[in-house]
């Protein structure tokens, strides 16, 4: 079993849609969780990142972490075109090494 | 600043040849990763440095050869690559190696063995 689990997509919408992409774990030692966005050919840009269990808000985008389910998710509302790229989740416990999910690839249509 | 700054952008390289990537910050983190991408393919970790001390090398080949001269600075050495080598080179930096803070990458540098 990975360590990480994404659902790789890819996920088409039309503009001003609510987006949801979700990563589940198995590692109950998780305590911090990160999405990044990755534009094609770019490096990942970190968007949010959480600790712990709860929510976090910025901007169209809220983060999601429910530690007893071993599940967070990105929601991003009124979606725009700009926002079609690729999406990472990442997460680490004590340790500097983080896991990252495969990825899920977005697509908002005009 | 936040950002993390890698050169070249594009390198081309024949199997023979000896080259090496950079990565710079100035935020002071004390730990630093080098990551390899493929194509449509999550950041798959090779090294990591914390406090100027390699920490992590993730059984990578004697070709690639990781150097931190300093807290700043991170440098990938490259010999003998394969065309299978050829891949995004991501540098990422943290805060503390040992607490919760999250993780900067750099634009990449894009690497073709050819």
């Known amino acids: 079993q990975k360590e990480v689990e994404q659902d790789p997509g890819p996920l088409s919408v039309p503009e001003g849609a609510i987006v949801s992409l979700n990563c589940t774990y198995s590692?109950?030692?998780?305590?911090?969780f990160m999405w990044y966005r990755q534009y094609s050919r770019k490096g990942p840009e970190l968007l949010m990142y959480t600790y712990s269990s709860g929510n976090k808000e910025d901007g169209r985008f809220t983060a999601q972490v429910d530690k007893s389910s071993k599940y967070i998710s990105l929601f991003i509302r009124d979606s725009q075109p700009s926002d079609s790229a690729t999406y990472l989740c990442a997460m680490r416990g004590t340790g500097n090494q983080f896991y990252f999910g495969t990825g899920t690839s977005l697509t908002v249509i005009p | 600043d936040t950002e993390v700054t890698q050169t070249p952008k594009h390198l081309v390289m024949g199997m023979t040849n000896k080259k090496s990537l950079k990565c710079e910050q100035h935020?002071?983190?004390?730990?630093m990763y080098w990551y390899k991408q493929k194509a449509k393919k999550p950041p798959e970790l090779m090294f990591v440095y914390s406090y100027e001390k390699l920490s992590i090398n993730e059984s990578v080949p004697s070709r690639f050869s990781p150097e931190c001269p300093n807290s700043s600075l991170l440098n990938l050495h490259l010999h003998a690559l394969q065309p299978e080598d050829s891949a995004l080179y991501l540098c990422?930096?943290?805060?503390?190696?040992?607490?919760?803070?999250?993780?900067?990458f750099g634009p990449g540098t894009r690497l073709t063995v050819l």
């Open positions: 990422a930096s943290s805060q503390d190696p040992r607490g919760g803070f999250e993780q900067f």
């Open positions: 935020m002071g983190h004390r730990a």
């Open positions: 590692n109950s030692a998780f305590q911090y």
